[in-house]
């Protein structure tokens, strides 16, 4: 089977054109954590703080399981195997099964579905996860099974997630009771360290600052929407800003080259991004009459 995986993939290698691969590219962006980041706080600051919420809860627990899946399984990346030339490679982080970018536009697209519940959302995200998944393969960096793994996965969980999150009465203590469940994940991944564990423990990092972020802005300063357009423009602006500098900034402390320290930075780092963004910049926001 990966045989010819493999040879499927150096068949679309064949077909790559420099507008083709450009095209791609723009494709799997769809299924990156800066996307996600920025469509997350546009509905947060601008349009319906639960919706927001929910999509985040969602998709960043199916990383959290997708990286769980990919640091148990360890597949090679099929560049590393075999005569495959990857494009925009510095994207193919971790291990290959399953397709992170896959999993990750199945899993939000889907739950956009599940709480739209029309036809046309339903279309549009299996057109997404479909241009994702395919991108992954013409750019060389997945093998056809990751990325049929990463949309099954993508899809169930949000399928499934969406039903506890419109069953529960208080999300705030879902995502806590979530954290804890992955604990033991962490503290595995802590004691048994490699650099590509690094990615679920981003996740991690966001999944517990969501549950802090959460407390924060529902006690004191519940973010309201009926205020003019500008504000709500000038709430993403700031709040993105925020946001990015706080994932930036956090790049500039020294680890001195200790892994696990430094696995334990990038989820503090990350829990601090979620944390400040959508705890504090309501605050922010109230303050300045936002």
């Known amino acids: 089977m990966t045989l010819l995986e493999i040879q499927f993939l150096?068949?679309?290698?064949?077909?790559?054109?420099?507008?083709?691969?450009?095209l791609f590219e723009g494709i799997t962006?769809?299924?990156?954590?800066?996307i996600l980041i920025?469509?997350?706080?546009?509905?947060?600051?601008?349009?319906?703080?639960?919706?927001?919420?929910?999509?985040?809860y969602i998709t960043i627990t199916s990383m959290c399981v997708n990286n769980t899946v990919k640091n148990l399984v360890k597949r090679p990346r099929p560049f590393a195997v075999a005569e495959v030339n990857p494009a925009r490679a510095h994207t193919a982080t971790g291990y290959s099964f399953p397709s992170g970018h896959t999993q990750t536009i199945a899993t939000w697209s889907s739950a956009f579905a599940m709480y739209f519940k029309k036809a046309w959302v339903?279309?549009?995200?299996?057109?997404?996860?479909?241009?994702?998944?395919?991108?992954?393969?013409?750019?060389?960096?997945?093998?056809?099974?990751d990325v049929i793994g990463g949309a099954v996965l993508g899809v169930s969980i949000a399928v499934g997630l969406s039903v506890v999150y419109d069953r529960t009465k208080d999300v705030h203590r879902?995502?806590?009771?979530?954290?804890?469940?992955?604990?033991?994940v962490a503290i595995w991944f802590m004691v048994t360290a490699e650099p590509l564990y690094d990615d679920f423990f981003k996740l991690y990092g966001m999944l517990t600052g969501l549950y802090?972020?959460?407390?924060?802005e529902g006690k004191y300063a519940p973010i309201e929407y009926d205020v003019a357009m500008w504000k709500k423009v000038l709430r993403i602006v700031i709040g993105v800003a925020v946001v990015l500098a706080v994932k930036e900034g956090f790049k500039l402390v020294d680890v001195f080259g200790i892994l696990?320290?430094?696995?334990?930075?990038?989820?503090?780092?990350?829990?601090l991004v979620v944390i400040v963004g959508f705890g504090l910049c309501p605050i922010l926001f109230k303050k300045c009459n936002l």
Not at 212 to 216: N, R, V
């Open 38 to 56: 920025l469509m997350i706080a546009v509905l947060y600051f601008a349009y319906d703080k639960r919706l927001a919420l929910r999509i985040g």
């Open 122 to 145: 339903s279309v549009l995200a299996g057109v997404g996860i479909v241009a994702v998944a395919f991108s992954r393969l013409f750019l060389g960096v997945h093998y056809p099974s």
């Open 10 to 22: 150096q068949f679309l290698e064949s077909l790559r054109t420099d507008f083709s691969v450009k």
């Open 212 to 216: 802090f972020a959460a407390g924060l």
């Open 29 to 34: 962006m769809l299924g990156e954590e800066t």
């Open 260 to 271: 696990r320290l430094s696995l334990l930075l990038d989820a503090i780092r990350y829990m």
């Open 174 to 184: 879902l995502y806590g009771i979530t954290a804890l469940v992955l604990l033991p």
